[in-house]
């Protein structure tokens, strides 16, 4: 604006933020893994269908 004034409530409004807990890593990379080896048993099972 032109004289430098912001009426808008996004300049004054107070913004929250919430904490986020995670897992410990130890755990993520657990699950992780074990998606990965669902991935790789699918695509075995997927080049056994294609190739035999």
Do not use: C, Q, W
């Amino acid at each position: 604006m032109g004289n430098g004034y912001d009426l808008s409530i996004n300049r004054y409004k107070e913004i929250e933020y919430e904490e986020v807990e995670y897992e410990p890593p130890r755990v993520i990379l657990g699950r992780l893994k074990a998606i990965e080896d669902e991935i790789r048993a699918d695509l075995d099972e997927l080049e056994g269908m294609l190739f035999d």
